[in-house]
């Protein structure tokens, strides 16, 4: 039922989007005519049902002509949020035409080709390499023998049918080239199929570190089955951290819960921080991974002197950022929570659209300190 009403609202919000770009192109000079008009129809329903349709066929037997009219489907998702964005504006500055009226299909059509623009721009930079983030993180309760540990964070790949093993070989060998003593996972490392990800264990079996790597479950991992997910984590000999947590050095111990949204809407395991840290002894240094931002308060009252989460994407596309700062307002970064540093990465692969506009993928490698780092 859960996921019947989020299908439905998404589908109806997704018409609306569609029904208010032919509102809007309906009266420009290059759709004006009778054929213009069938054409725009045409087109809108084409991209409507382009995304869902390649999703099916990829599940029922056809996965070639579903990757292809899946990937067509997610590109028109991302160039429609940036046609909304720039249609939005010129109604925003017109009053929905009310006002400047000899200007209004100037406005637009030039709004249409700064989308155009803008989605190329964006489809680069959703193929760009993630960027390594270098951070220091000071640790009260480190031991000195734990002093300068690296850990490398690695989130949100959304590994499937459109990002597959030439991605992930990328990506494998740029956190090698970081030498890391420990890599995380914070979850979405699977997208929605775990079949497509399944084919690819033998080359994650290649993502190694000298004291382990260690996941979490994000949402995509629930979707796409979270036992199904956790088996291929730890067929390519990841450390599945199920509300529980690991000394991975000798008074530093990596804490994972599970994801409380992704355990929600499917009747799963949500996070439970106290189970979590059950085994963990009063003053040791903890590392916590938790896929989506939330209960920093309460995990810094635990002790937890780093925590660790993806999920936001950064947004993704700008400007989706004012409304994904609605709900995440540390949409992505570094902060102190009191004594607590909180890291949100925008991940290294992307969700749906093939773009990203401001919101460049990322792999983050922390220095783990005991002492305090010199100016």
Request: aromatic share 8%; glycine share 12%.
């Amino acid at each position: 039922m859960r996921f019947l009403v989020f299908f439905t609202t998404v589908f109806g919000i997704w018409l609306l989007f569609h029904l208010y770009i032919g509102w809007r192109l309906w009266s420009l000079p290059l759709f004006i005519s009778t054929s213009g008009h069938r054409v725009l129809v045409v087109a809108l329903a084409v991209g409507y049902v382009s995304y869902p349709l390649g999703r099916i066929l990829f599940n029922h037997g056809v996965p070639k002509i579903g990757t292809v009219v899946e990937y067509g489907g997610a590109v028109w998702m991302g160039f429609l949020i940036l046609l909304i964005s720039a249609l939005g504006l010129v109604d925003l500055v017109t009053v929905f035409g009310l006002v400047l009226k000899p200007w209004v299909v100037g406005l637009r059509t030039a709004a249409v080709g700064l989308a155009v623009i803008l989605a190329v721009v964006a489809w680069v930079g959703g193929q760009t390499r993630p960027r390594t983030v270098d951070l220091d993180v000071e640790l009260s309760t480190l031991p000195s023998e734990a002093d300068g540990l690296v850990i490398v964070q690695l989130s949100d790949l959304h590994l499937g049918n459109l990002i597959g093993a030439r991605r992930l070989r990328s990506v494998i060998e740029q956190i090698d080239g970081l030498r890391p003593d420990v890599v995380v996972i914070t979850g979405d490392l699977v997208d929605s199929d775990g079949g497509a990800v399944e084919k690819l264990v033998p080359l994650l079996r290649k993502l190694t570190a000298p004291r382990g790597v260690y996941a979490v479950l994000g949402n995509h991992e629930y979707y796409a089955g979270a036992e199904r997910s956790r088996q291929l984590m730890r067929d390519a000999g990841f450390a599945v951290l199920d509300n529980a947590a690991i000394e991975v050095a000798s008074g530093l111990w990596v804490a994972g819960v599970a994801d409380h949204g992704g355990g929600r809407q499917t009747g799963e395991k949500v996070a439970d921080l106290d189970a979590a840290l059950t085994d963990v002894p009063p003053g040791a240094a903890v590392v916590l991974l938790q896929h989506t931002p939330g209960n920093e308060d309460a995990a810094a009252a635990a002790g937890i002197g780093l925590m660790l989460n993806g999920h936001t994407h950064g947004a993704q596309i700008w400007p989706a950022h004012f409304l994904v700062r609605r709900v995440f307002p540390h949409m992505a970064g570094v902060r102190q929570v009191g004594s607590m540093t909180q890291v949100v990465c925008r991940g290294a692969g992307r969700w749906g659209p093939p773009m990203r506009l401001f919101a460049p993928s990322e792999i983050y490698r922390i220095k783990l300190l005991s002492t305090a780092v010199a100016p």
